[in-house]
C-alpha cells in the first residue's frame, strides 16, 4: 500500500522507520517533514522514487532535512536525477538491491555531505560518472553486483 498523506502532519518525527511492511510508494510529502532527518524505507515494495521530489509546477522545492535515506531491497528502476537537488543534506544513501539499470544519475555529486553511498546489487552500467569523484567526504562506496565498465578515474 501506500504510506497515508496524513503522515505530513507529524512535524516533529526525526527518525520514521517503515522496513520490512508492502509499501508500494511514498508521498512527496514525506520530504516536506521539517524535522524529518532518518527515512528508512528497506525492505518494501517501492518501484519508483517520485519525480516531483525536486519540483512542483516548475518551482524548486525547499531543501529536505533529511539526512539518512534507506531505500535498499526495493523494486526501484531509476533515480531521477532532479531528486538530489531536494536531499543535499544527505550524509548516508542506500539505494543497493534494487532493479536500478541507467547510468549513475550525474546529480551525486551535488551532495557534497554524503559519506556513504551503497549502490551494491543493481544493474548500473557504464563508468562511475566523473561527479562521484568530487564527493570530498564520501567514506564509503558501493558498488559491487553491477556491470560498470572501464578503468577508475586516477583521481581515485
Given at each position: 500500500?501506500?504510506?497515508?498523506l496524513?503522515?505530513?502532519?507529524?512535524?516533529?518525527?526525526?527518525?520514521?522507520?517503515?522496513?520490512?511492511?508492502?509499501?508500494?510508494?511514498?508521498?512527496?510529502?514525506?520530504?516536506?517533514?521539517?524535522?524529518?532527518?532518518?527515512?528508512?524505507?528497506?525492505?518494501?515494495?517501492?518501484?519508483?522514487?517520485?519525480?516531483?521530489?525536486?519540483?512542483?509546477?516548475?518551482?524548486?522545492?525547499?531543501?529536505?532535512s533529511l539526512?539518512?535515506?534507506?531505500?535498499?531491497?526495493?523494486?526501484?528502476?531509476?533515480?531521477?536525477?532532479?531528486?538530489?537537488?531536494?536531499?543535499?543534506?544527505?550524509?548516508?544513501?542506500?539505494?543497493?538491491?534494487?532493479?536500478?539499470?541507467?547510468?549513475?544519475?550525474?546529480?551525486?555529486?551535488?551532495?557534497?555531505?554524503?559519506?556513504?553511498?551503497?549502490?551494491?546489487?543493481?544493474?548500473?552500467?557504464?563508468?562511475?560518472?566523473?561527479?562521484?569523484?568530487?564527493?570530498?567526504?564520501?567514506?564509503?562506496?558501493?558498488?559491487?553486483?553491477?556491470?560498470?565498465?572501464?578503468?577508475?578515474?586516477?583521481?581515485?
Amino acid at each position: 500500500g501506500d504510506i497515508p498523506l496524513e503522515i505530513s502532519l507529524l512535524d516533529n518525527i526525526q527518525h520514521l522507520s517503515l522496513t520490512k511492511n508492502f509499501i508500494t510508494s511514498f508521498p512527496l510529502e514525506v520530504f516536506g517533514l521539517p524535522s524529518l532527518r532518518i527515512l528508512d524505507l528497506n525492505k518494501n515494495l517501492i518501484k519508483e522514487i517520485p519525480s516531483s521530489v525536486s519540483e512542483t509546477n516548475g518551482d524548486p522545492l525547499p531543501s529536505s532535512s533529511l539526512e539518512e535515506l534507506y531505500l535498499g531491497f526495493n523494486r526501484i528502476k531509476f533515480i531521477p536525477d532532479s531528486m538530489f537537488q531536494r536531499v543535499r543534506n544527505l550524509t548516508h544513501l542506500w539505494l543497493s538491491h534494487n532493479r536500478l539499470s541507467t547510468p549513475l544519475p550525474p546529480g551525486l555529486g551535488q551532495l557534497a555531505s554524503l559519506e556513504d553511498l551503497d549502490l551494491g546489487s543493481n544493474y548500473f552500467t557504464g563508468t562511475i560518472p566523473t561527479e562521484v569523484y568530487g564527493l570530498a567526504n564520501l567514506r564509503t562506496l558501493l558498488l559491487h553486483d553491477n556491470i560498470l565498465t572501464g578503468s577508475l578515474s586516477s583521481a581515485v
